[in-house]
Structure formats: C-alpha cells, structure tokens
C-alpha cells in the first residue's frame, strides 16, 4: 500500500498539527508503514481509502497522531547523561536542596525506559531520607499507559540494561518483566503535549528532554524551550540530546560542560564557586 503525494500531505499536515513533528516526504515510507496496520483495522482496502475516512474520523485522526509519534529508546540510553545525573548532577543538588526532595521530569520519555533508568540512578545515589518525584510525560496515550504498566519484553530488556540493574529491579512476568513497586512509586505517568500550554507541574530541579527538539522547527523549539524554562527551578538542569542545543534559541539559557555533556540551566544564573567545581561555565 501507498499514499499519493495530497494524502502524504494531509496526513503529514495532520500530525504536525497535532504534535509539531515534522515528516518531510523523504520520510513517506515510515509514515506509510505506521499507517498500513490501522488501515487493516479500520477495514480500508487501501492506505488511500483509509486516508479518506480519516478526514471526516476525528477518533482515527487520534489514533494516526498516536502512531507516528517517535518511540525509540532504550536503558540508559548514551550513558553519558544519567552518569552526569549520578556523578555530577545529585551531589550539586544534595548541598543545594534544604527540602530533601527532587522533582525530575521526563519528557517525551516513550515507553518508560527513560524515567525508570533515573529512577534506578536515584535510588542509588540519594540518600534514605530524601524523597523524589519523576514526572514520565509523552503526547502517545499509548506510550504512557506503557509507563504505567512498567512491563518489558525481552528484547527490550537487553536494550542497554545491566545484568545487575535486571536482578535488582525487575521481577519474571510470564514472558516479561515488571519493574518493582518501589520504582513505579517513584514515577508519574501523564500524558502532555509539550506545543500546548502545560499542566499544573512543580518546579523541577532536572527536566530530560532529550532527542525531541530535532523533531520541530525553530519556532516550535523556541515556544517548547520557553514552557520548559518557567516550570523549572531557577538553578535547575536541562539535559538535552546530543545533537540538540539551546544556545542558539535566546537568551533564557546558560550551558555548562559536564564532562562529556553539556548541560543547559535558565539565565539569569551564577553558580557559586562551591556548588559543584566539576562544573564550569561555558558560555551564554
């Protein structure tokens, strides 16, 4: 099945209407192939029958947002962001925090592997009497029941997850594996759009949102980095992707290196000398 160049452009049109992904028509045959299974569902003979009943299936234009959403991930995914998280990131906020309590949020965290590998990086490295509060968000309803449920397959599980890290926290399902009760506490699934106006959060010391921005244009990337800013803590940290920056988005935002990462905090700011020396300013 294929889609003619009008409904590969309705349907393109649609999920950036809808979620500010970007699908330009080289990437016609990923969105042919999400489309293909919800077509045999829906009973069309064709992807163009299909795309037909969709405009006038407010529900089916749901289910096609859902399912050209990006969900590629994986346990401790680049490594470099949680060991900062571990090494780096928690010590500062250990001198900082009076309260003895963490807000971390992960956007767009797909189907969970995100927010849990925080959550095992924090359970190791905060202290018994320190609380913590992961907020797993994505704009897939889909993606986010998957957090909830906290259930993997095999595959899955060998996707960057240490033996030590199965043992751990994970028990035998049948033929999957659960994450443990004291792990899904610390966690929060919700589903959040982050082109709309946010929902009532905390003020997080740490917010991941990484290998996102790649997916919006500059405005959108401007707007989503602006929400980002105001709901976290004034000292707090942005880990970004890679490949992702925010220096070239205004004048909201400080970056400073971290080993191998580079890390983003809201300007105006100042780290005092002893907040974490492993730290330092690298530009504005």
């Not at 992702?244 to 000398?273: F, I, K, N, S």
Request: proline share 7%; aromatic share 8%.
């Amino acid at each position: 099945m294929s889609l003619s160049t009008l409904s590969f452009a309705y349907v393109s049109d649609l999920v950036r209407r809808e979620t500010a992904m970007l699908y330009p028509p080289e990437k016609a045959y990923l969105v042919e192939s999400r489309l293909e299974p919800l077509a045999r569902a829906a009973g069309a003979r064709s992807l163009e029958a299909y795309v037909a009943q969709l405009r006038h299936d407010p529900n089916e234009q749901a289910r096609v947002a859902d399912a050209l959403t990006i969900n590629e991930t994986s346990w401790y995914r680049d490594n470099t962001p949680f060991r900062a998280l571990a090494t780096d990131i928690v010590p500062a906020l250990l001198r900082e925090r009076s309260g003895r309590h963490l807000s971390v949020w992960s956007a767009a965290c797909s189907s969970g592997q995100e927010p849990y590998s925080i959550a095992m990086t924090l359970e190791e490295r905060l202290p018994q009497d320190w609380t913590t509060e992961i907020w797993a968000t994505d704009v897939s309803p889909t993606m986010v029941e998957r957090v909830a449920a906290g259930r993997y397959g095999q595959v899955e599980m060998n996707r960057g997850l240490p033996a030590t890290s199965l043992v751990k926290y994970f028990t035998r399902t049948g033929s999957e594996w659960e994450v443990l009760p004291q792990l899904r506490a610390m966690v929060r699934p919700s589903v959040v759009n982050l082109i709309d106006d946010l929902p009532a959060m905390p003020r997080f010391d740490v917010v991941f949102l990484r290998n996102v921005l790649i997916y919006f244009d500059l405005a959108v990337r401007h707007e989503v980095l602006d929400r980002v800013r105001d709901v976290m803590a004034p000292d707090g940290y942005l880990v970004l992707g890679s490949s992702e920056t925010a220096m070239d988005l205004g004048d909201r935002w400080v970056r400073e290196t971290c080993g191998r990462l580079q890390l983003h905090r809201p300007a105006p700011y100042v780290r005092t000398p002893a907040a974490a020396p492993t730290l330092t300013a690298t530009g504005s």
